[in-house]
């Protein structure tokens, strides 16, 4: 599958592209290719090689461990994230055997200290991340502590 970080025309990805924040625009890069690095780093396969289900599953654990990095004690702790690898998974039964690991946990942990490591500064929490219909990934964020600013 072919996958870009690009946006459809007119979203927004962030406070960065809305020029609401051009102090943090200068030293943060386009959520939707951060989000996507991460993602790439789970799976067996480059993204044009994966099922859209696998991406969209390692795009999962990505948002996921990226919140549980900025937000400890926010995100999603008790694992509601498995509902949803259940739906992809009900689409493509061998999705989840496209990722380097089983244990979605241990995945998320190891995302969580690859966020803290090359993006410690980063304080932006997601609230969606996706592919849209034309095979792109779509990022909605805010920083942490500014709700509705996206």
Request: contains cysteine.
């Amino acid at each position: 599958m072919w996958l870009s970080s690009s946006l459809l025309p007119g979203s927004l990805d962030g406070l960065a592209s809305s020029g609401v924040d051009s102090y943090h625009s200068h030293r943060m890069q386009k959520m939707s290719k951060v989000i996507l690095a991460l993602a790439e780093q789970v799976l067996v396969q480059p993204t044009e090689k994966s099922s859209r289900e696998a991406v969209a599953a390692a795009l999962l654990l990505a948002h996921v461990a990226w919140n549980r990095a900025v937000d400890p004690l926010g995100g999603d702790q008790v694992g509601y994230y498995r509902k949803v690898l259940g739906a992809l998974e009900a689409e493509n039964p061998k999705c989840l055997r496209e990722l380097k690991r089983t244990d979605c946990e241990a995945i998320i942990q190891d995302l969580v200290k690859i966020k803290a490591t090359r993006y410690l500064t980063d304080d932006r929490i997601i609230r969606v991340c996706g592919i849209t219909a034309e095979n792109n990934v779509h990022v909605e964020w805010h920083h942490r502590g500014i709700e509705g600013t996206n």
